[in-house]
C-alpha cells in the first residue's frame, strides 16, 4: 500500500484512482484515467502537461477528473458532456457499442486536457474540494450524542456544506438522538468556494464523479441548504485555523474534519494535534472539547473509521473512542460499541 506522504510516477497513482474509481462503480471516471494513463507518452504528450512524479496523497487522478468534468459543465468540452451522466449523457459503458464509444471518450478526453492546458496546470496544484455532503451523516452520529448547544468547526471546509449537517439528511437507525442546537459554524479551507455563486456551484459539482447520480442529487440538495443556512469559511492554514479556537462555557465545541487528513504534511499534521491538545486541556465539564474525524483506516483507504476524542478535564480526558467503519462517502456504516464516548453525551447540559 503506497503512503501519503510517498513520491510515485504518475501512472502508479492514476493507475490505484482507475482501480478504486472502477470498484466505486464510476467506469466513466475510470475511463478519463485510462485515457491519460494511455497518452502519457502518446501523441498528444501529456507528459508536457502533467508531472512524472507525485505525492501520493495529493490524489492527482482526482484533480484530473475534476477539471475534465468541469470543462464539460462549462461547455467547453462538449465532446466529453455527451458521455457525462451528470450532464444527460450516456457513460461509454452503457452505449450500444461499447468500445468504439470508449475510443471516442478517450479521444475527447485528450482533446479537452490538450486545448486547456493552462487550466489543467492551475487544477492540478489544488486541492481537492470533493466536499462530500454524504460524509455529514457522520457528523450526524456525533452530534447526536450532544445535549445542549454546539460551536461547530470545521479544517479543510471547502464550502462549507458539512457545516449545515444538522439541516442534511441522516440515518436515524445511527442516532442517539435529536440533533442540538449549533450556534456558530465556521470553517477554514486554502481555496474556499462560495456555494451561493454559479462559479462555486460548478466547481462543486465538478468534483462528483460523472456517474455518481446519487451524489449528484445529494449536493444539489446541500446547495440549497447552503441558500438558506449561513456559515463560514475562511481562507487559512489549517493548523493555524484550530490555533484560533476557544471554548465558550456552556457550549460543546466540536472540531470536525473528514477525508482532510492524508492532504497534509507531517508537519501540518503535527502542528494540529498540538493545537487539539493545547485547547483539549483547557476543557471542563461546562466547556467540552469534541475532536469527531472521519478518515481512512491505516492500511485500507477503502473504509474509513469515525472517531471521537472528548476533552472535558475529567477522568479519561482526550481518550480517543472509535464510533464507526465505513466506506469513504459514507454509504455504508457500522456502529462500534463504544462505552468512552457515550457516557460523556450529558456534559453540557
Known amino acids: 500500500m503506497m503512503r501519503g506522504d510517498e513520491v510515485v510516477p504518475i501512472e502508479s497513482q492514476l493507475d490505484w484512482q482507475e482501480r478504486y474509481c472502477r470498484a466505486a462503480g464510476s467506469p466513466t471516471s475510470a475511463e478519463i484515467l485510462r485515457a491519460v494513463i494511455n497518452d502519457l507518452q502518446g501523441p498528444r504528450s501529456l ?16 484533480r484530473i477528473m475534476a477539471a475534465v ?29 461499447p468500445g468504439r464509444a470508449n475510443r ?29 455532503v454524504g460524509r455529514s451523516r457522520l457528523l450526524r452520529i456525533a452530534l447526536s450524542m450532544i445535549r445542549g448547544g454546539v460551536r461547530l468547526f470545521e479544517f479543510g471546509a471547502s ?17 442517539s438522538g435529536p440533533m442540538p442546537s449549533v450556534t456558530e459554524r465556521r470553517g477554514c479551507d486554502l481555496n474556499p468556494i462560495d ?8 466547481r462543486l459539482t465538478s468534483y462528483v464523479w460523472m456517474d ?12 440549497q441548504v447552503a441558500a438558506e443556512i449561513p456559515a463560514t469559511v475562511v481562507k487559512q492554514d489549517a493548523a493555524d485555523f484550530v490555533g484560533t479556537i476557544e471554548l465558550h462555557t456552556g457550549s460543546t465545541t466540536v472540531l470536525w474534519h ?15 494535534s498540538e493545537q487539539v491538545i493545547r485547547l483539549g486541556a483547557k476543557a471542563t465539564r461546562e466547556s467540552p472539547l469534541w475532536h469527531v474525524a472521519w478518515e481512512p483506516l491505516p492500511d485500507d483507504r477503502d473504509h474509513h473509521e469515525l472517531t471521537v476524542q472528548v476533552w472535558d478535564g475529567g ?10 467503519i465505513g466506506t469513504t462517502h459514507g454509504r455504508q456504516v457500522t456502529l462500534v460499541a463504544n462505552d468512552d464516548v457515550g457516557d460523556r453525551d450529558q456534559a453540557c447540559e
Open 104 to 132: 471516442q471518450f478517450h479521444d475527447a478526453v485528450i482533446e479537452a486536457i490538450a486545448s486547456n492546458t493552462e487550466m489543467i496546470g492551475t487544477a492540478i496544484t489544488e486541492v481537492p474540494q470533493t466536499n462530500e
Open 195 to 202: 456555494p451561493t455563486t454559479t462559479s462555486g456551484r460548478a
Open 159 to 175: 464550502a462549507g456544506l458539512n457545516l449545515r449537517a444538522d439541516h442534511l439528511p441522516g440515518d436515524p437507525a445511527l442516532e
Open 69 to 97: 468534468h468541469l470543462l464539460a459543465i462549462e461547455r467547453r468540452a462538449p465532446a466529453v458532456a455527451i458521455f457525462a451522466p451528470t450532464l444527460g449523457g450516456v457513460a461509454p459503458s452503457r452505449s450500444a457499442d
Open 212 to 223: 455518481d447520480l446519487d451524489r449528484f442529487e445529494r449536493l444539489r440538495g446541500a446547495l
Open 258 to 272: 473528514s477525508s482532510m487528513w492524508v492532504y497534509l504534511d507531517e508537519g501540518s499534521r503535527i502542528r494540529i
Open 315 to 324: 477522568p479519561g480526558s482526550g481518550t480517543v473512542g472509535r464510533v464507526a
Open 47 to 62: 507528459s508536457t502537461v502533467l508531472p512524472s512524479h507525485t505525492r501520493f496523497g495529493d490524489l492527482i487522478g482526482l
